[in-house]
C-alpha cells in the first residue's frame, strides 16, 4: 500500500488522504475500505484521470501475491470496478507502454 502512495507520488499525484488511512489502520484495513466503498475513491477516480489505474489499489488487490487477503466479493468489485472505467490492461497493474 505504502508503494502505491510513492508511485503515485512519482507522477506527480500526492495521495495524501490515501497514505493517512494506511498509516491509521493498516494496508489492509484501508484497501478494505476503500474497495468495500459504495462509489470509487477520489483517488481513484484522479488515476483514471491520469491514465494510471494500475496503481489503484482494485488493481494492485489483483495480483497473486495479494488476492488471499480479499474476499471474492472484493475481488469481485475490484474487476467491476476497472471494467466500468474501461481499464482493459492485462494483468491490470501492468503501468501503460
Not at 40 to 65: C, H, M, N, Y
Request: net charge neutral; hydrophobic share 40%.
Amino acid at each position: 500500500m505504502v508503494r502505491i502512495y510513492h508511485d503515485a507520488k512519482e507522477i506527480g499525484y500526492n495521495a495524501s488522504r490515501f497514505i493517512q488511512m494506511v498509516n491509521d489502520g493498516g494496508g489492509v484495513i484501508a484497501a478494505k475500505q476503500l474497495i468495500n466503498a459504495a462509489q470509487p475513491s477520489d483517488g481513484f477516480t484522479k488515476l483514471w484521470e491520469l491514465q494510471r489505474l494500475d496503481i489503484a489499489v482494485e488493481a494492485r488487490a489483483l495480483k497473486p501475491e495479494f488476492e488471499p487477503l480479499f474476499t471474492e466479493a472484493e475481488l469481485t468489485t475490484c474487476r467491476r470496478r476497472l471494467d466500468d472505467y474501461k481499464w482493459t490492461r492485462q494483468p491490470p497493474w501492468q503501468p501503460p507502454a
